[in-house]
């Protein structure tokens, strides 16, 4: 293995050094029509004709990059530059596309938008060397590019374990850097409430916290007893976004309902259907703190381990209605995204059939089962959204008992949901486990703990967005794609690093790359360079692709 690991790093030097243009995801058209470099010198000049604000964010995130990274200067000028950046229109309809030259002129970008401009300036930065220390010339080419889907996303759960500012803008970067034009950003979950909401401060000074965390794979070799906190201020989300939008990366918030609601009930038990009945965890998984809060009078408690719970929001008091809607209101004002993600997933029906709250509410509206109310639940909060002029996206299991008329759906239990929504002309976006989810092991010898599965870098690449069961008028619906990063058995950034790269890079060509211009052989060369990228921006990538046993075949 050892052999074998360093012929192949050995490659990825050679190739590194004989390959002029590589870069993921690969664009539409690359042509090369002469041989040639051009040398970018210690001092880039920039010239733009990119009035507004965003025009400035590519200029001034350019800039960082190469002081960051090749400690070179760019300023910007009106005369001529090294790079000219065009607003221009293109041949697309009005869609995002830019074109990239390189001659002995120079660069020149020519955009319609500026965000195709930032994706101009990705395509820019690959062009460079991957070591720190070499003279920046990049080669002479031609490049007209557009991305084949609209959605383009990654998530991030930090309700299991939070994690700091500073890496939720790393993970913005890391996003930007593959042409990911979407963050999800799970705030809510059973172990852990991750949003300040002013109205209701017991969510994040209880609500954030738990006395312990299983040890180990699920059910666990006990607990650690070890508490476990984290919220982000509005001023830090607001921050957050702004950094985003920087990048050009639309954040798009989660708060879940009407499962995963532990920690909102640990807050404010009045929201569950049984107020004095104790949170459940077993006793082979609980802190010794949590057990001692309970003999002193505790009921409700933020979970210590993983799982799907029955404690869930009563859907039966309009007091939960209330509470839902006053949290969205403090959401909404933060993110100025268009949708807003209300789970909808895994929400057991065991308390509702035994509320008299919630069946009452299913006998006063003809309901004829609990998967009618869960339906009547998600569809008044579309309408109230809707009102507001938001957008919810949900789990697939939001299909159950009745898709809201507006709701945009992720389908994450394979594809099915995703077909279904999209025959019903609803928008979809698809993230089935087979493929998209990134908390998966990346080799067949499991290296630290997972949640399970078994998805390779190669998996990813083979992945495609639109069914082949799905009718070629409703390939329209498919707005793309998103891999899913859930952090049960990721307790620190570096393992979150670990799992989302180089995964990330397949994802991204999946996403960009139109269809007949993927090439998995093509791209495995590709990749064997942004390993060197990644260690240019000091990332913490899996090394499985070496693994010989990590490859997977395409089905035909």
């Known amino acids: 293995m050892k052999r074998f690991l360093s012929i192949m790093l050995a490659c990825c030097t050679l190739w590194a050094s004989a390959q002029e243009i590589s870069i993921i995801p690969q664009p539409l058209e690359v042509k090369q029509p002469q041989k040639g470099t051009y040398t970018l010198n210690k001092k880039i000049t920039w010239n733009s004709n990119f009035s507004n604000s965003n025009g400035d964010a590519v200029f001034n995130y350019f800039a960082e990059y190469m002081k960051k990274y090749y400690n070179t200067e ?112 799970h705030l809510t979950e059973d172990q852990g409430w991750r949003i300040e909401i002013k109205k209701y401060p017991e969510l994040t000074t209880i609500g954030s916290k738990r006395n312990g965390t ?71 998984m609980v802190s010794l703190k949590t057990v001692q809060e309970a003999q002193q009078g505790r009921i409700k408690f933020v979970q210590e381990t993983w799982g799907v719970f029955d404690d869930v929001f009563c859907a039966g008091k309009e007091e939960t209605f209330k509470f839902l809607e006053n949290v969205l209101d403090e959401t909404i004002a933060l993110f100025p995204s268009k949708y807003v993600h209300i789970g909808g997933d895994e929400c ?73 929504a999209a025959k019903e002309n609803h928008y979809v976006i698809m993230t089935p486990g087979s493929h998209m989810y990134f908390d998966h092991k990346q080799t067949a010898n499991e290296d630290s703990v997972t949640i399970g599965g078994f998805t390779t870098v190669q998996k990813v690449y083979t992945y495609e967005p639109i069914p082949k069961e799905l009718p070629e008028s409703q390939w329209k619906f498919v707005r793309g794609a998103q891999a899913n990063v859930w952090t049960e058995y990721m307790n620190n950034t570096n393992k979150v690093e670990y799992m989302i790269l180089p995964r990330m890079a397949a994802l991204s060509e999946v996403l960009w790359t139109a269809k007949d211009k993927r090439n998995a052989a093509d791209f495995e060369k590709r990749l064997l360079v942004q390993f060197k990228r990644y260690d240019l921006w000091g990332a913490n990538y899996s090394k499985a692709y070496f693994d010989p046993k990590s490859t997977v075949e395409v089905k035909k």
Not at 215 to 222: N, S, V, W
Not at 374 to 379: A, L, N, P, T, V
Not at 392 to 412: K, R
């Open 74 to 185: 760019v300023v910007a000028t009106k005369g001529k530059a090294d790079i000219t950046v065009l607003s221009t229109r293109m041949p697309t309809g009005g869609g995002l596309a830019y074109r990239l030259n390189v001659t002995k002129s120079g660069v020149r970008i020519e955009a319609n938008f500026d965000e195709s401009a930032f994706h101009a300036v990705q395509s820019l930065i690959q062009l460079l060397p991957v070591a720190q220390n070499a003279t920046a010339t990049i080669p002479f080419v031609q490049i007209f590019d557009k991305a084949r889907f609209d959605y383009r996303g990654v998530h991030l759960d930090v309700g299991r374990h939070y994690e700091p500012v500073w890496f939720i803008k790393k993970y913005i970067d890391y996003l930007a850097l593959h042409k990911i034009n979407t963050f999800h950003w």
């Open 214 to 284: 299983i040890i180990g794979r699920y059910p666990g070799k006990g607990n650690d007893n070890k508490p476990h906190d984290g919220f982000y201020t509005q001023d830090e989300i607001k921050d957050v976004v702004a950094y985003a939008k920087s990048r050009f990366v639309e954040v798009v918030p989660e708060i879940e309902m009407p499962g995963h609601g532990s920690a909102a009930i640990a807050a404010y038990p009045w929201l569950s259907c049984f107020p004095k009945k104790t949170t459940e965890i077993p006793l082979n």
């Open 348 to 420: 057991p029906k065991t308390h509702w059939k035994q509320c008299p709250n919630c069946q009452k509410r299913m006998k006063d509206l003809n309901l004829k089962d609990e998967h009618e109310l869960q339906s009547y639940f998600i569809q008044r909060i579309e309408k109230y959204l809707n009102a507001k002029g938001k957008t919810i996206i949900g789990w697939d299991e939001i299909l159950e008992g009745g898709l809201a008329p507006n709701a945009q759906v992720m389908s994450w239990r394979g594809e099915a949901g995703g077909i279904a």
